[in-house]
């Protein structure tokens, strides 16, 4: 894994990034993200807050990520229950 520079600016629920790629955007909160990257490539991220646990796609699989969402709030519930 190689080393990476990221800055991000946060005005809202609204994220400009800045990164060896470009300037990239993202709209969302905690939990559900939307946004297009430096080099144009649209992505999703949907994650469980305070967990580390989560799921990134791309323009592809934006939808896929929405079917992602209780099987990943199932696993963090386990893996609390467990530790």
Do not use: D, E, H
């Amino acid at each position: 894994m190689g080393f990476y520079f990221r800055r991000s600016l946060n005005l809202g629920p609204f994220r400009v990034n800045l990164s060896r790629g470009g300037v990239g955007w993202s709209v969302g909160g905690r939990g559900f993200r939307t946004g297009r990257s430096g080099r144009g490539r649209k992505y999703t991220t949907v994650s469980i807050p305070g967990t580390g646990m989560g799921y990134r796609t791309s323009s592809r699989g934006c939808l896929l990520a929405l079917a992602a969402v209780p099987a990943a709030i199932g696993g963090a519930f386990l893996w609390r229950t467990l530790a």
